[in-house]
């Protein structure tokens, strides 16, 4: 069992920065792939970013590739997700998730954080 707890959202101007947190329970951190996620309101979740165990892999939504990065610290049981350039449409509700393995598809993910906000204004 993994449990997530994400932070780190807030509200922003477009061309602001944000970093989210996601930290996570448990000694077997490492052996899991961590994703982001995002959902908008009245929208489906979709993919924002994910690192696989080593952080050696990475893959990222073309929406916020070159402006996302996400990372982890395995020492820590924490992964990262770095916005910059935000703008108006990356307002949205931010979770984290594990899996074993890698994947991106968010149906694959066994463990989910509750969510952290993100706005950013025009």
């Known amino acids: 069992q993994v449990q997530l707890v994400e932070s780190g959202g807030g509200l922003v101007q477009a061309g602001g920065s944000l970093r989210l947190s996601c930290v996570a329970s448990g000694r077997t951190f490492d052996r899991y792939a961590m994703g982001w996620f995002r959902q908008a309101l009245g929208k489906e979740r979709e993919f924002v970013a994910a690192?696989?165990?080593?952080?050696?892999?990475?893959d990222y939504a073309d929406s916020v590739k070159g402006r996302f990065t996400i990372s982890r610290d395995n020492a820590k049981n924490t992964v990262y997700l770095q916005m910059n350039s935000l703008k108006p449409e990356d307002t949205a509700v931010y979770y984290c998730?594990?899996?074993?393995?890698?994947?991106?598809?968010?149906?694959?993910?066994?463990?989910w954080g509750q969510g952290t906000q993100v706005t950013v204004s025009s």
């Open positions: 998730a594990a899996k074993t393995g890698w994947g991106t598809d968010l149906g694959e993910y066994d463990y």
């Open positions: 690192i696989n165990w080593s952080g050696i892999r990475t």
